[in-house]
T-cell receptor
Framework: GQNIDQPTEMTATEGAIVQINCTYQTSGFNGLFWYQQHAGEAPTFLSYNVLDGLEEKGRFSSFLSRSKGYSYLLLKELQMKDSASYLCAVRDRYNQGGKLIFGQGTELSVKP | DGGITQSPKYLFRKEGQNVTLSCEQNLNHDAMYWYRQDPGQGLRLIYYSQIVNDFQKGDIAEGYSVSREKKESFPLTVTSAQKNPTAFYLC????????????FGPGTRLLVL
């Protein structure tokens, strides 16, 4: 089966750096996605990793280690508007034709 | 503007009633998806469709039905058989080939009266 774990909640200070971890177990890994979701709104795409290493996009970076079944999302220079839920999702080619499996999300609170 | 639209934003259902949630996209995407989101839980896949006139059950299809008569449209019906329908429903779409990213609509919140 598949399993995705990420912390339920995290708190950080404005201007700081925060790392949100995601571990997964899947038999046919075929890519990992990070989404940001503000309360009551749709998830918006942040990043995609399919090979090991770091992908950087402005203040956000995402890292993947396939051998460890591990990813993290790094947010730098935190702003109040970064307070949101961050969803880790994995594509498994053996699961319903490669559909996404989502973790429960990590609720990030940014304090002044 | 290209994107995905869902309507209505809020929907109320009475006991024994079927309700239909709309999802439309003008991104020319082949694949469309319906997810359900409950507090403290991840998104769970209800149904998905990779091509017109074809769709597949997801993890929690019981009590739901869909149709895909047009590429742009993928409506979801929540039937009276769904005993716990209160949730946030999200529609998504993606290109059907390659390492596609799913893009989400704004969601419909369904409440039971």
């Amino acid at each position: 089966g598949q399993n995705i774990d990420q912390p339920t909640e995290m708190t950080a200070t404005e201007g700081a750096i925060v790392q949100i971890n995601c571990t997964y177990q899947t038999s046919g890994f075929n890519g990992l996605f990070w989404y940001q979701q503000h309360a009551g709104e749709a998830p918006t795409f942040l990043s995609y990793n399919v090979l090991d290493g770091l992908e950087e996009k402005g203040r956000f970076s995402s890292f993947l280690s396939r051998s460890k079944g591990y990813s993290y999302l790094l947010l730098k220079e935190l702003q109040m508007k970064d307070s949101a839920s961050y969803l880790c999702a994995v594509r498994d080619r053996y699961n319903q034709g490669g559909k996404l499996i989502f973790g429960q999300g990590t609720e990030l609170s940014v304090k002044p | 503007d290209g994107g995905i639209t869902q309507s209505p934003k809020y929907l109320f259902r009475k006991e024994g009633q079927n309700v239909t949630l709309s999802c439309e996209q003008n991104l020319n995407h082949d694949a469309m998806y319906w997810y359900r989101q409950d507090p403290g839980q991840g998104l769970r896949l209800i149904y998905y469709s990779q091509i017109v006139n074809d769709f597949q059950k997801g993890d929690i299809a019981e009590g739901y039905s869909v149709s895909r008569e047009k590429k742009e449209s993928f409506p979801l019906t929540v039937t009276s058989a769904q005993k716990n329908p209160t949730a946030f429903y999200l529609c998504a779409s993606s290109t059907a080939t390659g390492e596609e990213t799913q893009y989400f609509g704004p969601g419909t919140r369904l409440l039971v009266l």
